[in-house]
Structure formats: C-alpha cells, structure tokens
C-alpha cells in the first residue's frame, strides 16, 4: 500500500474585473488564463487518466468565463484586438503598444523572433508610446496584436489545433481574417473549460471546490479583531464593525451557484486566501461544507508549536500535521486539512529553474522522504496546494514538460498515490481535533497583507461608510428590490481580497493603480444605483505610491576586503536586493535563506555580498553550490562548490570550464558571503550593461535565487562614476 496520499488542490481565481453599470472590462486576465491555464491544466489531467486531484474554483470566476462563452462578454485589450490595425487611432495605438507585451518576457517574448523584434522596436525602458509609434506601420501593429494574443494559448492547445499550430509557425505578416481566427479560437477554448473540468469529475479524477464567492477574507468580515490573534498590535481601521451576514451571503451563494454550474454542490472549500477562524466552522458547516483547507503555519498556531520547522526546514512532529484534523465549534464539525508550503513553494518558485526530469524525481524523493517520517497503518496526507495559474509563465514551456514527467512520476510510483481530498477523508476520517482553529491565513499565518497599513485600513473605512450608507437609505424609504441588489452586488465584490493585496507595501505592480480605481468604482456605483452623486474621497486615490522597486544601484565604488567579515561601513555605497514577493499574484510562505544581497563594484571588479539569518558559513553547511550567473553570449557562470566548507571555484562559458578564469575570482565566506569577479573576465565594456543573479543549489536543484525573478541589472562604471553621481 502506498504510504504518502498526494493530495494536489490547484486553486483558480481571478478577481471580478468589470463594471457591471458600464459594461467595461479593463483587465484581460480571464481571459488570457483561461485559454492558457484553465484549459492547459485540465488537457494535463486527460493526459493521465490515473491522476486524481482537486481543482478550486472561484465563484466570481466561473461567472466571467461563463460571461464570455454564454453572454459574448469582452475586456478592453479584445476589443482593441478585434479592431484592424489600419483602423486604429493614435490613442488606441499607444494603448496597443504599451500594453500588449504584458507577458513574461524570457518565456512568452524573447522565444518567438517577431513578437521579440517588436518588443525591442517599442523599447519600453526609453522611448514614450509617441516616439515609438513612429517605428510600427500597420504590419507591425497586426502583428503585435495576434502575438500578444497567441502567446498566451497553452501549448497543449497547438499540439491539438492544426490551424493554431500554422498560425504559429507562420511568425509574421498576418492578415486581418487570420487575427480574428485567434480571438476565435480564445472564444473556442473557453467554451471548453467548464465542460472539460465535468467530464475529469465524471471520470473520477478531480474533486471540485469553492471559495466563498467574491473570494473576500471571511474572518475579516465577521470580525476585523480577529486581526488581533496573530498581530496584538496592529493598527485596525477606524470602524471595527463586522458584517456576518456579508460573509454568510459570500458562503450562501458560492455554494449555490457551484450546484447550479456543476450540477451538484461542493464538499469542500479552500477559503480566500487560506484564511479561516473558530467562529466560521458552523457558518461553512450549515452550508454543507464537510472540509477545508489552510496552511501548516495554521497548524502551527493552534498546536502552540507542537508543529512547525527546524532551521533547515524539517518538520517537528510530522504525524500531526500529515494527517487531517477535526475542528467544531457550537456543535458543527469540519475535517481540515494542511498544506506543506515547502513543496507548494517549490512549484510555484524553485522547479522552474530545473529539468523537468531531476524536478519531478526531487518532488517524488520528498514525498517518500515524508512517508518514511510518518509512522501508522494509514498513508500520511500531504496536500500540495497553490494557484494554479500564476506559477506556470515562469517555467520554459508554461511548465508542460514538468507537469507532464511529474504526474506520470506521480501515478507510477508504487509508494505514491495521488488523491481527491474527499476520497482520502471518506476512508481515513480524522483521529484528532484541535482545541482552537487559530485566525490567520496561508501567509505568515497572519492577515498582514489585508489589514493594519493605512493604505488597507483606508479601503475597509471607504467599504464600510458606503455599506452604512446603503443600509440606512434602504430604512429610510422604499427602493426598487432589482436595484438595491444591484447595488449589494457592488459591496460584496469589493469585499473580495483582491483589492487590499496591492494596496499597503507588501505587493505592487504596473496596474497598482487600476485595481485601485477598479474597487473605489464599485464604491462609486453603490451611490449611482441609489441615484446619488459619490462623496469625493471616492474619487481620490488610496494608493499614494509608484510600484517599489525591488532593488537599489551602487552610489559610489566600494574599498572592501573579500574575506566574508561584516564590515557595514565598506559597503555604504553598494546597492541593495531585499529578497520579498516580486511576483506580485503570487507569494511564497517560505522564509528564504538570503535576508540580503549587496553588490557594488570597483572600476575593475563587480562586488556581491550574501547576508543570512546567522553566519554564511552555517547557513551554507547544506548548501552544494553557489553559482552567480551570468546571462552573456554565451552565458557565464562563476560556479563556487562546498560554500560552507572549503570553497572551489569555477568558471564557465556555455559548457566549457576555464580553470585560469576561475582563478581571478575572488571568495570570503565567513559571517557573510562576498565575492569579486572582474569585468574583463564578463567582457563588459565600460558603461556597458550588466545583468546577474545569484542561484544556491541543494541536490542538483535550484533552492534559492536573488532576485527571484528575472535579474539584477547594473553598469561597468567609468573612472568619473562618483563625479557623475555627485553631479546628479
């Protein structure tokens, strides 16, 4: 019998985009995950009929998508795409061109020649979209239309489609008819993801889920002090109120409307955002909900550290958290059950860097590694949950090769078997109870990211003035039942969590100020439904800040001695790297080892240091390589071996190793980690670019990376670097 039960829930969200009053989408991303990711991920499932998992579907989503195929519902970017390229007037151009290389540019742009040669004709870093406009005739903005929208279809779609393959092959010089042919095929594709998914329920391979159906943060609405539970001092908004029966309306509907797209209701639930309390058992339990699941930092929490990880990320007490527990509360009863965020992570952040083979082969060996840690007649549960979407733009292929090996891994091992979370509860039902379900969420156990900043605490005062104002009018006077739903509809939209994750420091992006104008319109339209003008601090942004960067540059060149002692006061001048959620949809629960990452340089030398919890030297102990990397043509690799031990260092160009290179790189590792490789040795020219990251290795895999996505990009400086920076 096996002995690990891997319970994979993929969980699809995207927030509720358009504005029901004005029948304006802004955002395209329904769309473009459905015809990649929605779709993609049920083709995997088909491809292995012995896989089992559990997909989690969003309410608010299941509506766009059915939007789309049922009501011919569109968003901005698909009507700009519809439009000819010759038709297009200099605003919608300018909007085409800034916005239409919104992908991942490794493995969206840079693979497919034509949709890179645009990308470098729009030079986005220094040309306005009116100086670049005068590089793109019709051709090139046909072009950038249909690539903008091919590039988001799931491959598995062109191994099926003969046409979308042509199209693909084909590169360049589209004609209007063959544009229109790919927004058809987006229509095509999303008619077939809810049909799909049936038929893998039918099969017997996928259990499905919900949320409560604007995916608000359900604790948060029963009672904004819960907060309190995991951070006792936090700043809470000026209301405190909560609004129960809000999120009774959210559990209510989600459930109803899953039994009414599915043709039967849901059994289990993942909670928006992972986020659960004691007080909402009886509310999923009187809706029918028979388990959910969270976090093991949840686990964590409510077993007061009788679960949790050692320094080098062991799990204490295993048992305890590889089994589902019992949670209840006035007499209704849950199953719950928790996620290893080790191994979700290493999905959603660390395979892609990988072969597809060694990955899958690394997971499994975990898996096992889990099983033989967990003593017992009954296979040990080890759900592996994460979005199901938003990982897969950052491996090569949108992770096909990956999915593939490790679910055909996954089915033939004999120590493994993958499972539906309901199947494994029905014949395994819980042995333990928790005393007391902890408030939190899947990040850092805590609702940080929703509450306590001003920014957060600003939108839950605008929502509750504005939810105070519907109820007092409606007991005020009579008002027509169709609009004042309408106008509910609007409140509980912006109660979904998707709003306050970009406000407050922890997230940001480019469309930072969008989603920001997208919930204070919901706001807004409360006050048009009852015929009312808004108050005008809905019309003022909440948001006061610029996306953050992730990083700053070297200010002046540095004196420092490569031999891994703390010396602050020689790295003054140096640029820093805070290791955080740059990925902006998604975050890690991880707590990675790099807590920070200078570099700087000398006219001569490009300078890093690696700063850790305690000393480099500790916490590199389990680390195999540290490799700094290098992406030249050919790219290069200063590769140190043994970092916690006796440090060797390599260097390579493409495959070829250069042992006399190596040998003008410089290492200290000690309280931290400092490295000096000459500029001649990357051939980089003075003022020319350079880009590297920093990647430690454990085992053959990627375990960590600095910065996490993409590359830290600085200057060879000239001789006048400091003069220059002085006059600036």
Same mark, same amino acid.
């Given at each position: 019998m096996a002995n690990v039960a891997l319970a994979f829930l993929?969980?699809?969200?995207?927030?509720?985009?358009?504005?029901?009053?004005?029948?304006?989408?802004?955002?395209?991303?329904?769309?473009?995950?459905?015809?990649?990711?929605?779709?993609g991920m049920?083709?995997?499932?088909?491809?292995?009929?012995?896989?089992?998992?559990?997909?989690?579907?969003?309410?608010?989503?299941?509506?766009?998508?059915?939007?789309?195929?049922?009501?011919?519902?569109?968003?901005?970017?698909?009507?700009?795409?519809?439009?000819?390229?010759?038709?297009?007037?200099?605003? !919608?151009?300018?909007?085409?061109?800034?916005?239409?290389?919104?992908?991942?540019?490794?493995?969206?742009?840079?693979?497919?020649?034509?949709?890179?040669?645009?990308?470098?004709?729009?030079?986005?870093?220094?040309?306005?979209?009116?100086?670049a406009l005068r590089r793109f005739n019709v051709r090139d903005l046909r072009d950038l239309q249909v690539w903008f929208n091919l590039a988001w279809i799931h491959p598995l779609a062109f191994e099926r489609d003969a046409d979308l393959a042509e199209l693909r092959l084909k590169g360049k010089m589209y004609t209007e008819e063959e544009k229109l042919l790919v927004l058809d095929k987006h229509r095509d594709i999303m008619a077939k993801i809810l049909p799909l998914h049936k038929q893998l329920v039918d099969r017997g391979q996928v259990e499905l889920t919900t949320t409560p159906f604007y995916h608000p943060i359900l604790p948060l609405l029963i009672d904004k002090k819960l907060a309190r539970e995991a951070m006792p001092d936090v700043r809470l908004p000026r209301f405190l109120q909560g609004y129960p029966e809000d999120a009774a309306f959210h559990v209510r509907e989600a459930v109803a409307y899953h039994a009414q797209v599915f043709g039967q209701a849901p059994k289990g639930m993942w909670p928006a955002e992972g986020s659960v309390c004691q007080p909402m058992i009886p509310l999923l339990a009187d809706h029918g909900i028979k388990w959910i699941a969270t976090d093991e930092e949840i686990l964590s929490q409510s077993t007061k550290g009788y679960v949790s990880r050692d320094q080098r990320g062991h799990v204490r007490n295993p048992q305890a958290l590889y089994q589902p527990s019992r949670v209840s509360e006035h007499g209704k009863e849950l199953s719950i059950v928790f996620r290893d965020h080790?191994?979700?992570?290493?999905?959603?952040?660390?395979?892609?860097?990988?072969?597809?083979?060694?990955?899958?082969?690394?997971?499994?060996?975990?898996?096992?590694?889990?099983?033989?840690?967990?003593?017992?007649?009954?296979?040990?549960?080890?759900?592996?949950?994460?979005?199901?979407?938003?990982?897969?733009?950052?491996?090569?292929?949108?992770?096909?090769?990956?999915?593939?090996?490790?679910? !055909?891994?996954?089915?033939?091992?004999?120590?493994?078997?993958?499972?539906?979370?309901?199947?494994?509860?029905?014949?395994?039902?819980?042995?333990?109870?928790?005393?007391?379900?902890?408030?939190?969420?899947?990040?850092?156990?805590?609702?940080?990211?929703?509450?306590?900043?001003?920014?957060?605490?600003?939108?839950?005062?605008?929502?509750?003035?504005?939810?105070?104002?519907?109820?007092?009018? !409606?007991?005020?006077?009579?008002?027509?039942?169709?609009?004042?739903?309408?106008?509910?509809?609007?409140?509980?939209?912006?109660?979904?969590?998707?709003?306050?994750?970009?406000?407050?420091?922890?997230?940001?992006?480019?469309?930072?100020?969008?989603?920001?104008?997208?919930f204070r319109r919901h706001l807004q339209n409360v006050y048009h439904l009852l015929g009312e003008a808004p108050p005008d601090d809905l019309h003022l942004p909440i948001a006061a800040r610029a996306p953050r960067p992730t990083y700053t540059q070297p200010r002046s060149f540095l004196e420092v001695r490569v031999d891994g002692r703390r010396r602050p006061i020689e790295w003054m001048g140096a640029g820093v790297y805070l290791p955080g959620n740059e990925r902006g949809t998604m975050a890690m629960a991880t707590a990675g080892w790099i807590h920070e990452l200078h570099f700087g340089f000398t006219p001569q030398r490009l300078l890093i240091r690696l700063d850790f919890e305690g000393s480099a030297?500790?916490?590199?102990?389990?680390?195999?390589?540290?490799?700094?990397?290098?992406?030249?043509?050919?790219?290069m690799e200063v590769v140190i071996e043994q970092p916690g031990g006796a440090p060797r260092v390599s260097w390579y160009e493409g495959s070829e190793r250069h042992p006399d290179k190596a040998q003008a790189v410089e290492v200290g590792i000690d309280q931290v980690a400092t490295i000096a490789i000459p500029f001649d040795l990357m051939h980089v020219p003075v003022d020319g670019e350079l880009r590297f990251c920093v990647d430690l290795r454990q085992g053959g895999q990627s375990r960590e990376r600095a910065p996490r996505e993409e590359y830290l990009a600085t200057i060879r400086p000239s001789p006048d670097f400091e003069r220059i920076n002085w006059d600036v």
């Open positions: 993929w969980h699809q969200h995207q927030p509720y985009y358009p504005d029901d009053l004005t029948g304006e989408n802004p955002m395209p991303w329904v769309r473009l995950h459905a015809v990649k990711d929605y779709y049920a083709l995997h499932l088909l491809e292995v009929p012995e896989m089992q998992c559990t997909i989690n579907l969003v309410p608010s989503l299941v509506m766009q998508l059915l939007a789309y195929v049922e009501n011919n519902a569109s968003d901005r970017f698909l009507d700009l795409s519809r439009l000819p390229a010759e038709s297009l007037t200099a605003e !919608q151009a300018y909007f085409v061109i800034d916005n239409f290389f919104m992908a991942q540019f490794e493995n969206f742009i840079r693979p497919r020649p034509r949709y890179l040669e645009l990308f470098l004709k729009r030079d986005l870093a220094h040309q306005t979209a009116p100086e080790a191994l979700s992570d290493l999905i959603g952040f660390h395979y892609q860097r990988s072969d597809s083979v060694s990955a899958a082969e690394d997971f499994i060996s975990k898996l096992r590694g889990i099983g033989s840690s967990v003593s017992g007649s009954e296979p040990a549960l080890v759900p592996v949950i994460l979005d199901g979407e938003n990982c897969w733009e950052h491996y090569p292929g949108n992770g096909v090769a990956f999915l593939r090996t490790l679910y !055909q891994r996954c089915v033939s091992s004999v120590d493994v078997k993958p499972v539906r979370i309901m199947d494994y509860l029905e014949m395994h039902p819980p042995r333990t109870s928790l005393p007391y379900l902890a408030a939190g969420s899947w990040i850092n156990h805590n609702f940080d990211i929703w509450i306590g900043h001003h920014e957060d605490n600003t939108a839950w005062d605008l929502l509750h003035r504005t939810r105070d104002h519907l109820v007092r009018r !409606q007991g005020e006077r009579p008002l027509d039942a169709k609009l004042v739903e309408r106008a509910w509809r609007e409140i509980y939209i912006a109660e979904g969590s998707d709003w306050n994750w970009w406000y407050g420091p922890q997230h940001s992006s480019a469309q930072d100020g969008l989603f920001d104008f997208l030297k500790a916490a590199l102990a389990n680390v195999d390589e540290i490799r700094v990397l290098l992406p030249m043509d050919p790219p």
